[in-house]
């Protein structure tokens, strides 16, 4: 009996091993079938309707962003939708994100504070940022140093001198806690050596209407919400808070240039989507963002608000995040801001 059982169970090996010609065939055939779905996918991506979640109030820089992707994404052949879901500092829409399907049919426009900042301050959208991957830088916000038209200084090393003349009487505008018109102004605070307090309102347009009231000093503040009133005359731009000059202020010196060297924070906002997406997928997104952010119309249409569109590789953005997270965790550390989960 147990010579024949192990007889059978030889028998039974060999029919099984890859040796086997029929098995062989029958393997590389579901190899082929495997190779043609995968294609098959690659092609008919997208298949369907693409949503695109902003996470801030429509209106906004994200708002254009968001608007300038789904035209560009529309050209591979599929509506795309903006989806408004804003609440939380960003967190409710990322998180809209984060748990839907990895197949690039939901992605997100993020702003760096969402990705460099927040995760930093909230164990909630650090839960949220191990799901979320990027895609592509999609462009920068320079940021710049304003004061209300009525203040008596107009360089920014006279501002300097008149906030240290003046130390602890004066508050800054910011967005709201954790945003980068916080931190931003923070570095400078601890750059420049000065002593005001903050201000947090909830959103930047209480925040503008204020300043030019001279209800706060000054504001660290990016240019879609800023660049009418420089130009009217209600604000005063003093620096630009970028490596280099912005290209719709040409005239406003650096911060670095002008009375901090080596000071550098930029806004960027990126394309994100859920952690796993197919590389079949990004293969198309990616070049078709690359397209869209460069175009002559995208480029005069957010130039006119002060916005530099740009593209990249997801690993640019992965470098770009780890190294401001490691800028913005010494600058919070210092300045002991906290957010309330």
Request: aromatic content about 6%; proline content about 7%.
């Amino acid at each position: 009996m147990g010579a024949h059982a192990d007889a059978l169970s030889g028998n039974l090996q060999g029919e099984l091993t890859m040796s086997n010609p029929g098995l062989k065939k029958a393997f590389a055939s579901l190899a082929c079938v495997l190779c043609l779905m995968g294609t098959a996918q690659a092609d008919t991506y997208p298949s369907k309707p693409i949503t695109i979640v902003a996470p801030y109030p429509p209106g906004g820089a994200t708002d254009l962003y968001a608007r300038s992707v789904a035209a560009g994404l529309s050209e591979l052949g599929q509506s795309v939708v903006v989806d408004n879901r804003a609440g939380a500092s960003g967190i409710i829409g990322a998180d809209y994100v984060a748990r839907a399907p990895a197949d690039g049919y939901t992605m997100l426009i993020g702003a760096s504070s969402m990705f460099s900042i927040l995760p930093l301050l909230s164990k909630r959208m650090d839960g949220v940022y191990q799901k979320i991957e990027p895609v592509s830088i999609l462009g920068f916000n320079p940021s710049y140093v304003v004061v209300p038209a009525t203040l008596p200084v107009n360089t920014i090393q006279e501002l300097i001198a008149y906030l240290k003349k003046n130390p602890g009487k004066f508050g800054y505008g910011s967005a709201g806690t954790g945003t980068s018109q916080h931190v931003f102004m923070e570095l400078f605070k601890q750059r420049a050596g000065v002593d005001v307090f903050p201000v947090q309102y909830k959103g930047s347009s209480p925040m503008v209407v204020d300043l030019i009231a001279e209800r706060v000093v000054m504001a660290i503040e990016q240019g879609p919400a800023v660049l009418s009133y420089i130009k009217s005359g209600k604000l005063k731009a003093l620096a630009v808070t970028t490596a280099k000059r912005s290209e719709a202020l040409p005239d406003v010196p650096t911060l670095a240039e002008s009375a901090l060297p080596g000071f550098e924070a930029v806004t960027w906002f990126a394309l994100y989507a859920p952690k796993g997406v197919p590389q079949t997928v990004l293969d198309k997104v990616v070049p078709q963002i690359a397209k869209t952010m460069s175009s002559k119309e995208t480029r005069e249409r957010l130039g006119a608000v002060g916005v530099e569109p740009a593209s990249s590789s997801p690993e640019a953005v992965v470098k770009r995040q780890a190294a401001e997270t490691a800028l913005w965790k010494d600058v919070i550390a210092r300045s002991k801001i906290s957010l309330e989960d």
